[in-house]
């Protein structure tokens, strides 16, 4: 291995090490405690070491939501096809999706509440994001001629839902009660609708 493959690895290394410390203490005591003095503590490296990998803390979050994002994708897909039919794919996805936002919400916090330079629907999206946005479109293009539209409709509803149950403002008891409408709004009765003119 030459000097700068292993100066490569090891910048790795200390990348995730940084990353699954934030995430650790993220889990642990919240985002609030997140901080580059209490990663610098937690991980035994300066705080110059800390800056020379990530800009700032934010810096820090993004990287650890394009985790999430990864993970994300794998329990959608993974629920996708364990379906029998695409009622039932719509519906597993749906139901992994708020599953994931409740067991994991300061992961989920990291991807979709707090302020990152993380952009969806541009030419630039990184291909962690776009993974996650075509684990859902994957369900809803069977039923629907935009799936773009929808699949950021059928997006947004289930983070509204995440956050609204993670918050104790909807009853969780109702959850399926809830998917159940979504589905219905999403595969109507099953046939895909023609394309519309632009």
Not at 91 to 118: D, H, I, Q, W
Request: proline share 4%; hydrophobic share 45%; with cysteine.
């Amino acid at each position: 291995m030459g000097v700068a493959e292993r100066k490569g690895r090891e910048r790795a290394e200390r990348e995730h090490r940084i990353v699954a410390a934030a995430r650790a203490i993220a889990e642990r005591d919240g985002w609030g405690a997140v901080t580059i003095r209490r990663l610098a503590e937690e991980i035994e490296y300066s705080q110059p070491v800390l800056y020379s990998h990530f800009e700032n803390r934010d810096a820090i979050v993004a990287a650890v939501a394009v985790e999430g994002f990864k993970d994300i994708t794998l329990a959608l897909r993974e629920a996708a096809g364990e379906a029998t039919g695409r009622r039932n794919a719509l519906k597993n996805v749906a139901m992994a999706y708020l599953a994931f936002g409740l067991s994991r919400p300061a992961l989920y916090e990291a991807m979709f509440v707090l302020p990152t330079n993380l952009q969806f629907a541009e030419a630039g999206t990184r291909p962690e994001l776009q993974a996650a946005f075509d684990a859902l479109a994957a369900v809803v293009t069977p039923f629907c001629a935009d799936v773009e539209a929808v699949t950021e409709t059928f997006w947004a509803a289930l983070h509204g839902l995440a956050e609204l149950e993670r918050s104790g403002r909807i009853r969780p008891t109702a959850r399926g009660e809830r998917i159940a409408l979504i589905v219905q709004a999403i595969a109507g009765s099953g046939t895909r609708p023609p394309a519309r003119g632009r």
